[in-house]
């Protein structure tokens, strides 16, 4: 029999384990793939964008506002700069980039999973791989085990990690929330965050896979109304775009897609207005009369999408410089600063990094994640109904979620 059993090795889950047995409790740490941390090893490409750095302030201004104040009091409680600590105690040298965003020197995934597990094996964790969670033994309100297949594991204290749906090849296909909502808990629909988005097929070039438009400003569009806009890199992929850009409007597309199409257009030179972009045009036509447009507009996009480029600006490929009009000059501009990408046709929910929705908020204690449905059972991390935006923010709200959990829980067993 365990104190406090966790279920999900997961960021949260791992630090749950690792809070609640480091107080002193006997803790049990279930996971149904064979390998600890699997999502932290594939977050940010394999490279590990651990957390956001600046004033906690700020990094929970980057939630929507209900998200943020929910989490305020937990991310206060283990913040940026102590989960950071986690990591420069033992070794792991951080790069801490211009936007923020901080990973390992190496970026290496593998490295933040490494010191993880060392923080379990030294507080004492048990740790069970390849143990899939059936569904939680509740009497009278209150937990009091895990079932694993035909097995009943007994304890006063459950946590739940098991994450949300997205990726699900890495263990995370939406348990919890079955079990929570046989329990009573209200689960918030569930909506692709932090994903790439697929065009519609005829909008689709699969020519332009792999390329990458760096530092370009993404809108998206329902009818005429923007919905949503991000600035830095974009990737073109097989079925759509990818990168930063995208995984950064994806939520605000699938939740408006519900009701209206939405278009997506991108501005090639967002430091310049339409002006500064005409003035730039006829500098150029003036100094190199007789170059190509292909020519200038390579310093815009790499050069595989430069003629489809000039297409969409209806100027011929061979143009020179010499030969564009001034209605041409016009459309160019026009093209730069909101090049049509098309339609999105669906934003994949398994593709995404993590997930919008999940448990309702208000049935769990924002300080100790304690439900408030079953006495013993707490929740964190990506299974709440909490997705912030790209750079960092989700893994801190996993690891400040699942360090109130096993504290709680922790105190919970142990009585104080």
């Known amino acids: ?51 956001h750095d600046g004033p ?17 009091a937990s991310c206060y409680a283990f913040p940026n700069h102590e989960i950071l600590r986690l990591f420069t105690a033992r070794g792991l040298d951080l790069e801490t980039r211009p936007d923020g965003r901080v990973f390992p020197a190496r970026g290496n995934a593998k490295d933040v999973v490494a010191i993880l597990r060392t923080y379990l094996e030294d507080a004492g964790v048990e740790m069970r791989f390849e143990a ?27 946590i739940i990690g098991s994450g949300g749906s997205s990726y699900p090849g890495s263990g995370t296909t939406g348990d919890g929330w079955r079990w929570l909502r046989d329990l009573g808990h209200s689960v918030v629909k569930v909506r692709a965050a932090l994903a790439p988005m ?3 097929l005829e909008e689709t070039d699969p020519t332009r896979a792999g390329v990458a438009l760096r ?40 939740e408006k897609m519900e009701d209206n199409p939405v278009a997506l257009t991108v501005d090639l030179a967002p430091q310049d207005s339409h002006d500064e972009l ?29 003629p489809a480029l000039a297409a969409s600006a209806e100027i011929p490929a061979e143009e020179t410089a010499w030969g564009i009009s001034a209605k041409a000059r016009n459309r160019l501009v026009e093209c730069l600063k909101a090049w049509r990408l098309g339609n999105v046709r669906v934003v994949p929910l398994e593709k995404g990094e993590v997930v919008a929705g999940g448990i309702d908020l208000n049935e769990v ?21 909490i997705a912030g ?28």
């Open 278 to 306: 005409s003035r730039k045009i006829q500098e150029w036509q003036r100094e190199h009369p007789k170059r190509r447009i292909l020519g200038y507009l390579e310093g815009y996009v790499p050069e595989r999408l430069a």
């Open 132 to 158: 899939p969670v059936t569904g939680l033994q509740v009497v009278d309100g209150r937990v009091t085990g895990v079932q694993v297949g035909d097995e009943l594991i007994p304890a006063p204290a459950v």
């Open 198 to 200: 697929y065009l519609r």
């Open 56 to 72: 906690m302030g700020e990094v929970l201004q980057a939630f929507r506002q209900n998200e943020g104040r929910w989490l305020k």
């Open 1 to 51: 029999m365990a104190d406090v059993v966790v279920v999900g090795a997961g960021a949260a889950g791992i630090i749950a384990a690792w809070r609640a047995a480091s107080l002193g409790a006997k803790v049990l740490l279930l996971e149904k793939t064979n390998r600890l941390g699997t999502k932290i090893l594939i977050s940010g490409g394999g490279k590990c964008n651990i957390a």
């Open 389 to 416: 935006p790209v750079g960092g923010y989700n893994l801190q709200a996993a690891f400040s979620t699942g360090y109130a959990a096993g504290q709680a829980a922790a105190s919970q067993v142990l009585g104080r």
């Open 365 to 385: 204690d924002p300080r100790s994640m304690r439900s408030l449905k079953v006495d013993g059972l707490y929740v964190c991390g990506e299974i709440l109904d």
């Open 215 to 254: 530092e370009v400003l993404l809108k998206a569009k329902a009818g005429t109304k923007e919905i949503a806009r991000w600035q830095g890199d974009l990737l073109f992929t097989h079925h759509g775009i990818s990168g930063p850009c995208a995984l950064g409007i994806s939520r605000a597309v699938a």
